[in-house]
């Protein structure tokens, strides 16, 4: 039982990277999330020339000239000439650090795929064991 369980949970933690699609973005892009000016989303260019909306929910980060991946709470950083400054993570940065900055947005098709996936996989689980049930046999079943 375990097996089965364990091999469920790997597959699951595979496709859960492909429910995001990652976008790159200029620095001059991911400059205009650094505040909401009191709006709940604000819509950037990727550097593919793609116009995306940034939520609150959206995820956000930049990578280091090391690959070192960290991510940013939106409209809640400063990114100037100098330094990133991102204080609900624990982040200063200066910017020459900075290799590349993107935007991660849900994939609803990836997502309904994986959770279909997932409840199929444990529909088929359950019902494999009800079959696979043998008989009840010897003096612990019950009389009918």
Do not use: H, W
């Amino acid at each position: 039982m375990c097996k089965p369980l364990s091999i469920l949970m790997i597959m699951t933690l595979i496709f859960q990277t492909g429910c995001y699609n990652t976008y790159s973005v200029s620095m001059d892009e991911f400059r205009k999330i650094q505040e909401a000016d009191g709006a709940s989303f604000k819509k950037i260019q990727t550097e593919d020339g793609l116009e995306i909306t940034v939520t609150e929910n959206s995820r956000v980060g930049v990578t280091d000239v090391n690959g070192q991946y960290y991510s940013v709470s939106p409209f809640n950083f400063t990114l100037n000439n100098m330094q990133l400054v991102a204080p609900d993570d624990d982040i200063l940065m200066p910017t020459k650090a900075i290799e590349q900055t993107n935007i991660k947005l849900v994939n609803p098709t990836d997502t309904a795929l994986l959770i279909g996936g997932v409840a199929l996989a444990l529909v088929g689980t359950a019902l494999g064991v009800i079959l696979a049930t043998p008989d009840c046999t010897g003096q612990f079943c019950q009389q009918q």
